[in-house]
């Protein structure tokens, strides 16, 4: 599957942001997918993710209350919608798929391109 993520971009504290993450190939409905965040200098970690079928959402702490994810109708594009922006969210923004869900970036076969979120203070 390939999956492209979109959406990021610059916004202020407090702003908000909805990432796309569209799949070509297979129906993203068959994967858990995830998002995860790489700020510069600093590893890759993760944001959200979200089950097969879309019955279960899981969060990094960070997110919680502020992020949600979630899979349009017809199954091919996963969101993370992002509210109440902290600088501390600044990073690239990648989403990624796989069979079964897990926090850790490297269980995830299938990878976007990353976008990049800027969060002014």
């Known amino acids: 599957v390939q999956l492209q993520a979109s959406g990021g971009g610059l916004v202020q504290a407090g702003g908000s942001l909805r990432l796309s993450c569209s799949a070509s190939?297979?129906?993203?409905?068959?994967?858990?997918v995830g998002w995860f965040r790489q700020a510069p200098g600093k590893e890759r970690e993760f944001v959200a993710a979200l089950s097969r079928g879309g019955g279960t959402a899981y969060y990094a702490d960070s997110g919680k209350g502020r992020f949600a994810i979630s899979r349009d109708v017809g199954g091919n594009t996963v969101y993370l919608q992002m509210n109440s922006l902290k600088p501390e969210d600044t990073a690239v923004y990648y989403c990624a798929a796989d069979s079964d869900y897990s926090t850790k970036w490297s269980m995830y076969d299938y990878w976007g391109q990353g976008t990049l979120v800027t969060v002014s203070s």
């Open positions: 190939g297979r129906t993203l409905s068959r994967y858990t």
